[in-house]
């Protein structure tokens, strides 16, 4: 009988070996589960300025002047062509 008394307590320690493994393991993934969202909030943040940006550019006032840039080379091109079939 003595020898299923051992056996037995060093199952228990093999037991209590895994739980703390378990609760490092647990509290690992919620370590990195932090991080994980603290840089997830940034890349938020960044994407939100980018939005701000993009916005500007979306303005009736910075399309202007890209529209008169469009026209001019237009008309150099419509030059050009006329130049080259000339």
Do not use: C, Q, W
């Amino acid at each position: 009988m003595p020898k299923l008394n051992e056996p037995s307590g060093e199952i228990k320690a093999i037991h209590t070996r895994i739980d703390g493994v378990e609760k490092e393991i647990a509290s690992l993934r919620r370590e990195m589960m932090t991080k994980f969202e603290a840089v997830y909030s940034r890349f938020d943040a960044v994407d939100f300025r980018f939005e701000a940006v993009y916005s500007r550019f979306d303005t009736p006032e910075a399309k202007i002047p890209v529209r008169e840039k469009m026209a001019e080379f237009k008309v150099r091109l419509a030059e050009l062509e006329k130049k080259v079939t000339a």
